[in-house]
């Protein structure tokens, strides 16, 4: 059976959607709620593969957690000590952010938990946690630093200062995490902003959790070992990152005009749209409002002509998923986009710095890198398409060159598109829905 899809030229997009929920907040909901006391209940739950995984690994280690009729996740957390070793390996399948927060989680339990991934994450570099958690006092078991791989929990985890080599709320978040179970206060320092979900939501679990700023202007985050958590009601916001593909969509088709309800708007998650915008996008806010603590709104989105611009490397944390997609806009938009500091892409599902180069080189744009810079030379027009993309078990690639295809003259087709079920699971569908021909 083929697990082919094909993208086709498309009219303009017309419709009002909500985007599936925040990937990063559903996995810290399903966590922090599995090691809280009493049940914390979640709303709008992304039901991706991904976040799957997490569910099935606090189930594994004693969380109970249930969908009910309404849609609405129960999780009955474990307490601070009530962790359970799990009886089987852990598979995180796609899921980088579920296996290095979790190995955070379990760094200061007193059991063995090993890890596993598909073919993509074993691939992944762990050493930028497993550095930090070996100093906490946790002992890894792994042949070159990658899944699978195991990690025996300290019982009396080293609260550490650590300063972030990498700019990754997934290292800053697995100390963190680790050091819920110190006896003390741990600190990461971080000298560029990346997404701030587990420290807003540990504090809102009850968890002491202060962010200050040192003397370079890096933000120090402080998290005090043995809190009490206690269960709450979560609201998850509708992904920014997966909102990205129907906002650009609409964008490159004229005469679209779609409105996305509920998008997260954290300012930590929200570079694409800015960026979108000094693009010469037209994109405006209806109803801002704070939902669970996150700045959300409805976005309006119309047809527009875009231009290539250069975005600075500071901005990349800001949305450092939203790249391939980024680079499908520049390839439709006029002039030259310089896309600065992507080395990080090339450690993600795939190397998305490559895959990107590659992909759209074979539909006919001109694309460089140059060092860690991703250089798209737009025409104003799209490129021709006419090819198959290799995916490589990479969900926002799939999803980036179906977006493409809507605009190019000739259809573009993805190898595989099983993996979009990671994140966006209803992606086609959604999609069609507005107006796009994907099959
Ligand atoms: C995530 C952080 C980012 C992002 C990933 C989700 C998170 O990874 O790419 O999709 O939920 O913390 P890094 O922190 O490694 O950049």
């Known amino acids: 059976m083929t697990h082919k899809l094909t993208s086709s030229l498309c009219a303009s997009l017309r419709g009002d959607i909500t985007p599936p929920g925040d990937k990063s907040i559903s ?21 991706g593969e991904d976040v799957l995984s997490t569910v099935a690994a606090l189930r594994a280690m004693g969380a109970k957690i249930h969908k009910d009729d309404a849609g609405v996740w129960h999780v009955t957390g474990v307490g601070a000590a009530g962790l359970q070793a799990p009886s089987e390996i852990l598979d995180m399948g796609n899921s980088g952010t579920s296996a290095r927060l979790l190995m955070g989680l379990v760094a200061g339990k007193n059991f063995t938990t090993r890890f596993t991934g598909d073919a ?16 906490m006092g946790a002992r890894f078991e792994s042949t070159d630093g990658k899944l699978p791989l195991s990690v025996t929990g300290s019982v009396t985890v080293k609260p550490i200062t650590y300063t972030l080599p990498v700019a990754s709320a997934q290292v800053k978040s697995a100390v963190l995490l680790a050091g819920l ?11 560029v902003p ?30 005090m070992g043995n809190p009490k958590l206690v269960a709450r009601d979560i609201t998850v916001p509708a992904d920014p990152s997966s909102a990205a593909f129907p906002i ?52 309006v989105v119309k047809g527009s002509r875009l231009r290539g611009i250069d975005v600075a490397p500071e901005r990349a944390p ?14 439709c938009a006029n002039g030259v986009m310089r896309m600065r500091g992507l080395g990080e892409l090339r450690v993600k599902e795939s190397d998305r710095l490559a895959l990107m180069a590659q992909g759209l ?22 490129p021709r398409g006419g090819a198959v993309i290799t995916t490589a078990l990479d969900h926002r690639i799939a999803m980036s060159f179906l977006v493409l295809g809507m605009r190019s003259a000739e259809p573009v087709s993805i190898d595989d598109g099983r993996c979009i079920a990671t994140s966006f699971p209803v992606f086609v569908a959604m999609m069609n829905k507005l107006g796009a021909k994907i099959s």
């Open 248 to 299: 650009v969509a609409a964008l490159l088709c004229p005469g679209s005009h779609v409105i996305l309800r509920n998008v997260g708007l954290n300012p930590r998650r929200a570079g694409l749209i800015e960026t979108l915008i000094e693009m010469g996008g037209d994109i405006t806010f209806e109803n801002r409002r704070s939902e669970g603590g996150e700045p959300v709104a409805d976005l």
């Open 27 to 47: 996995h810290r909901s399903i966590m922090f709620g599995g090691i809280a006391e009493g049940t914390t209940t979640v709303r709008g739950l992304l039901e």
């Open 194 to 223: 990346t997404r701030d979900h587990s420290e807003n939501m540990l504090r809102g679990f009850g968890a002491d959790v202060r962010v200050t700023k040192n003397d370079a202007g890096a933000d120090v985050i402080l998290i």
């Open 120 to 135: 993509s994450l074993c691939k992944r570099p762990m050493e930028r946690v497993i550095d930090p958690l070996s100093q």
């Open 181 to 191: 179970s110190a006896e003390g206060v741990t600190t990461v320092i971080e000298s």
């Open 318 to 331: 800001s949305m450092i998923d939203e790249y391939p997609i980024l680079s499908v806009a520049a390839a």
């Open 361 to 382: 080189t074979q539909c006919g744009a001109t694309v460089e890198i140059e060092s860690d810079d991703l250089i798209v030379h737009g025409t104003g027009a799209a």
